[in-house]
């Protein structure tokens, strides 16, 4: 999904995000493993004030398996409670149900204290464009659940589904606002395929991922296409690429752009590798 973001569209989602926030005891915010912190927005901090927060991160399919396990450290040394999963697989949603009840001791006590006993908790997913929201709803939720308030008659307000007795989810997922005016957020969400490839140059965008590859990850190109990428300028790469993989023109001239494009069509299908493209040092954004 492709959603141009305007001010006033922005504002309109926050003040919708405000409202849903009033329904709910906790926030299940799901981030791309590959970019725990650029597909994240910190206004997410102040609209879940006071809230029982939890980050799911997800597409962990794709990340770095050993990021991945400093990112939760990350998080969870911020309050917040973390489970890695892969939304499409239900197998890796098996923690998150014992993980909320976690994250919600405090309201549970706190009812227990007043005398109210099995009101059930109340949350919701946000999360911004493609992080996998829809996807993770209708995994966790299963096609097998009684949407609460689904009867004839009743077709107006927020619709909920009750996963169990303990749980009810809200219908329709939050959509966040990304963080494009940071022009590094805008690359990596660019090269994780969230934004839309039109508005980017995809030569410029490959060229950025070969620089990042060749610091971090230096065997996946040499793995992947058999180049020696020692002392390579990015361009060089590219067109390598491009040879290799017998992207020509008509002329016969090399399509650095066909190559491109299989680069980081190959990248964001993890035919590259497991990949994560920030490490959770050098940091400096709160969290929670
Ligand atoms: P959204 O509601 O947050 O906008 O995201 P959505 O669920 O639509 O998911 C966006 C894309 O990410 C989908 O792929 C979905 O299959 C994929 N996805 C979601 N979770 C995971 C995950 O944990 N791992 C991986 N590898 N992919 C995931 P798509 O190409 O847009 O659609 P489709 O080809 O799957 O139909």
């Given amino acids: 999904m492709n959603i141009q973001w305007y001010p006033g569209h922005m504002t309109k989602a926050k003040r919708a995000m405000k409202e849903d926030m009033k329904l709910i005891d906790l926030v299940i915010e799901l981030v791309d493993a590959r970019v725990p912190l650029s597909s994240r927005n910190p206004d997410i901090d102040d609209l879940g004030a006071g809230k029982a927060r939890m980050v799911l991160l997800n ?94 008659g009743v077709t107006k307000g927020n619709q909920w589904i009750r996963l169990n007795k303990t749980l009810e989810l809200l219908d329709t997922p939050g959509i966040l606002w990304p963080r494009f005016e940071d022009q590094q957020v805008g690359l990596k969400l660019a090269l994780i395929g969230s934004i839309n490839d039109q508005i980017l140059n995809k030569d410029e965008l490959a060229w950025e991922l070969i620089r990042f590859l060749k610091k971090r990850y230096p065997q996946v190109l040499s793995e992947r296409f058999g180049l020696e990428t020692e002392g390579k300028e990015a361009a060089f790469i590219l067109e390598e690429i491009a040879r290799v993989r017998a992207c020509l023109l008509k002329g016969g001239d090399l399509d650095v752009s066909r190559a491109a494009a299989l680069l980081l069509d190959d990248f964001r299908a993890g035919k590259l590798g497991r990949i994560t493209l920030e490490e959770p040092e050098n940091q400096k954004d709160k969290v929670g």
Avoid: Y
């Avoid at 400093?70 to 499409?88: L, S």
């Fill in 59 to 152: 597409k962990s399919d794709l990340a770095d398996e050993g990021q991945t396990a400093r990112w939760a450290a990350w998080f969870e040394d911020k309050g917040i409670h973390v489970v890695k999963i892969d939304a499409r697989n239900k197998g890796t949603l098996k923690q998150v149900q014992s993980v909320i009840q976690d994250a919600c001791k405090e309201k549970i006590e706190r009812d227990r204290r007043r005398g109210i006993l099995n009101r059930p908790i109340r949350t919701m997913v946000v999360g911004i464009p493609n992080v996998g929201k829809s996807t993770f709803i209708n995994s966790f939720a299963g096609k097998a659940c009684a949407k609460t308030g689904n009867k004839p």
